[in-house]
């Protein structure tokens, strides 16, 4: 399985960005993904998964209101709309596979996640 997770890059503070994660080479039916970001110095944190049926599992609570998830299961691609950006967002982004689909393990848990991509990088500037 391979992530390729884009669409970061400089953007000033209230701006808006979509990142893309595509999905390949994955032999288990739409698995669920989640978001997650890792800010200079800090911890990798949780930002927002998806089922595979479309179901917004869960997402913090920085983000509510401002980020949003959604996928194209015909494309293979997952997307993180992110809106009302601020200087506190940038962050290298991941998203990451639950093969089973339904983030039994609990979608703010890295070890839910089979595989992980290489992130993006989103760099907010006021």
């Known amino acids: 399985v391979q992530l390729q997770a884009s669409g970061g890059g400089l953007v000033q503070t209230g701006a808006s960005l979509r990142l893309s994660c595509a999905v390949s080479g994955s032999r288990f039916s739409r698995p669920a993904v989640g978001w997650f970001r890792q800010a200079p110095g800090k911890e990798r944190e949780f930002v927002i998964a998806?089922?595979?049926?479309?179901?917004?599992?869960d997402q913090a609570d920085s983000v509510k209101g401002r980020f949003t998830i959604s996928r194209d299961n015909t494309k293979n691609m997952v997307y993180l709309q992110m809106n009302s950006l601020n200087e506190e967002d940038t962050a290298v982004y991941y998203c990451a596979v639950d093969k089973g689909g339904v983030l039994g393990g609990g979608a703010r848990f890295p070890s839910t996640y089979d595989y992980w991509g290489l992130g993006t990088l989103v760099t907010v500037s006021s």
């Open positions: 998806i089922t595979r049926t479309g179901e917004v599992r």
